[in-house]
């Protein structure tokens, strides 16, 4: 039998809330205590010392009563307008609940082009990670107001995947109306069984997910199971668990009913098999016998040590690292462009402000973003 993860191992957690859960759709409110019930569970986390980020819907739910809109699909401009509306007031209810604990809320609004382009999703990253080192708690949602169809998620379980790899979180939960995968549709289906755990997703575990979804929370399990192919990637487990009790989080720790998704490898590794994987390499950067050295022994490179910069990249391309016999140590994801590259090289990390004109990262390549050659 697998072994189930133990809760208490996860450093760095998101959960992502569906909007059925927080909303009273009928009376276009919070549902106050249950809300407050979840976060006395994401505050037990924070006080262990995890970095917990959470992703919730229900702007739109919550907005459209306000905004006097009636049952049923909402075209495009009534879902920005009423999402505008309901945002506000989500962003305060998490932001008090938490404050009850001592945890500042910090709000993040996201759109698809945040997470797949690697200019813009570097920032992203850099921002959760700061909100996380502040020991903040960040609130994250789609930007509907801004999404358009085209260019949208559309449903925030694939949204907290992307989010759970991005900022490399070792675990993503979602939780909604079901208790996890079952291996036949439960509404049709009395004698249908709960999956706990899925090692790997292969076309039958697809298969057991079918389509639906309901009208409040847009993604049905498929969704879900786009979601885990996500988080595994990005070297997180993923958990589904019902969210219609008083502490879902205590009872996912305590062995409740839920579905464990496991992936093979952990945020690092991950991140590090993706970038020693890049075929693409934009251009080098060779580096001193002293900082060849500080690499080796798991140090960020500083432009201080940047003897020669080659090639026509962008900020965040995948660069190789040679030493100053030409031989390449090593990949990385580079925080400058080249022209930023080459005249903060050789230089104090310090002055970097001073010689570009604008603050930038102390590091030419940050050590998460490198991966090193075996020798
Ligand atoms: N971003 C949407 C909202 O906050 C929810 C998307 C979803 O239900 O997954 O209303």
Known sequence: MTTLPKFDQFSRVVVKVGSSLLVDAAKGSVKQDWLEALVDDLAVLHKRGADVLVVSSGAIALGRRVAGLKRGALKLEDSQAAAAIGQIALARAWSLSLQRHGIVAGQVLLTLQDTEERRRYLNARETLSRLSAMRAVPVINENDTVATSEIRYGDNDRLAARVAAMASADLLVLLSDVAGLYDAPPQETPTARLIPVVERLTPGVEAMAGGAASETSRGGMRTKIEAARIASAGGAH??????????????????????????????????????????????????????????????????????????????????????????????????????????????????????????????????????????
Do not use: Q
């Open 238 to 375: 993923m958990v589904i668990a019902d969210g219609r009790v008083a502490h879902p989080i205590a009872r996912i720790g305590a062995g409740g009913p839920c579905t464990w998704f496991l992936t093979p490898s952990n945020p690092v590794t991950a991140r590090k098999a993706w970038i020693g994987g890049t075929l693409e390499l934009k251009g080098s950067v060779t580096i001193d016998a002293g900082a060849a050295k500080a690499l080796k022994s798991g140090k960020s490179l500083l432009p201080a040590g940047v003897k020669r910069v080659e090639g026509g990249f962008a900020r965040g391309d995948c660069v190789a690292i040679r030493d100053e016999s030409g031989a390449e140590i090593g990949r990385g994801l580079i925080a400058y462009d080249a022209k930023r590259a080459v005249r903060i090289c050789g230089r104090n990390s310090r002055d970097i402000a001073k010689i570009l004109g604008a603050p930038g990262r102390a590091e030419m390549i940050h050590r998460d973003d490198m991966t090193l050659a075996e020798r």
